[in-house]
């Protein structure tokens, strides 16, 4: 949908002017992307993807030493010909620690110094479809290397009456590394698809919401390593298990050869002696 029909904000717990959280930027687009941008986009689909379903190692994959796992989207560089289909909204808000709810719904809204109000009833005759991709969706400051469930996530949607809702838990993290420290949050998401009929008592506002709560419970991540005891103890195992080692295989060794030399030497005087007999033989039948 075209920026003009929709409208975004957010509201928490404390009833704050919408206005203090920041302002978000609107810019219209094209929903399909062009090849480029698709290839960006699967990759980061198909790496957070795998995180879920396949890998769990937090030190490994999870910060992954300061580089960020993907860079940002392309710049777009097919242009179709045709008019804006959607709109891409980005930027940065502050927030309480407090629960809240982000939304982007059908129409603008009108703020209040405690609350808004949206006007639908204008796009009322307006073709809706929220479907939609989520490049980047983080809290807290931008920490390289962290990969947050949302991103590479996308929902296409063919009726355009639907509420699709999250509900994210954020957890506060810290990260101590041997050589930086930093604050940030994780949180973990869950989704709700629910269509809107009002023949069958399925009321509400078309759009996506983001509901979020602040966790009680603080995340350590913290990097160890062994001491130098502990080093040079498992160093002298290793040099002394390769000691070892190299022994036992010099005397096979020895063993091996000492065994061909003693069946060697033990036939070569027999043949000697055969051959003697049969010269003195030999000299016999002669005279």
Avoid at 33 to 40: I, K
């Amino acid at each position: 949908m075209p920026c003009k029909s929709i409208g975004a904000d957010i509201l928490d717990s404390t009833n704050q002017n919408v206005f203090s959280f920041g302002i978000l930027q609107e810019e219209d687009t094209w929903f399909e992307l062009c090849p480029s941008q698709r290839v960006h986009f699967d990759y980061m689909q198909h790496h957070n993807s795998y995180l879920r379903n396949e890998y769990h190692s937090i030190a490994e994959i999870l910060y992954k030493s300061d580089h960020a796992v993907v860079y940002s989207m392309p710049e777009r560089v097919i242009i179709p010909e045709k008019p804006h289909d959607a709109c891409r909204i980005h930027g940065v808000l502050t927030l309480n620690k407090v629960a809240g709810n982000f939304h982007i719904t059908v129409g603008k809204t009108i703020h209040f110094s405690r609350g808004h109000i949206h006007l639908n009833s204008i796009f009322a005759n307006t073709q809706t479809n929220f479907s939609h991709r989520i490049n980047r969706f983080s809290f807290g400051d931008h920490t390289a290397g962290i990969i947050h469930p949302l991103e590479g996530d996308e929902k296409l949607f063919d009726n355009g009456q639907v509420m699709m809702q999250y509900f994210i838990e954020v957890v506060p993290t810290d990260v101590q590394k041997f050589y930086s420290h930093s604050k940030t949050y994780q949180y973990t998401v869950r989704e709700n698809l629910q269509l809107i009929d009002i023949d069958k008592g399925m009321q509400g506002v078309a759009g996506i919401y983001f509901k979020y709560d602040m966790s009680a419970l603080r995340v350590l991540v913290r990097q160890d390593r062994d001491s130098i005891a502990h080093f040079i103890v498992r160093l002298s195992s290793i040099i002394a298990g390769i000691v070892v080692i190299s022994g036992m295989l010099s005397k096979c060794m020895h063993l091996i050869g000492d065994a061909c030399c003693k069946r060697r030497y033990n036939d070569e005087p027999i043949a000697q002696n055969n051959d003697r007999t049969a010269a003195v033989k030999g000299a016999v039948i002669v005279s």
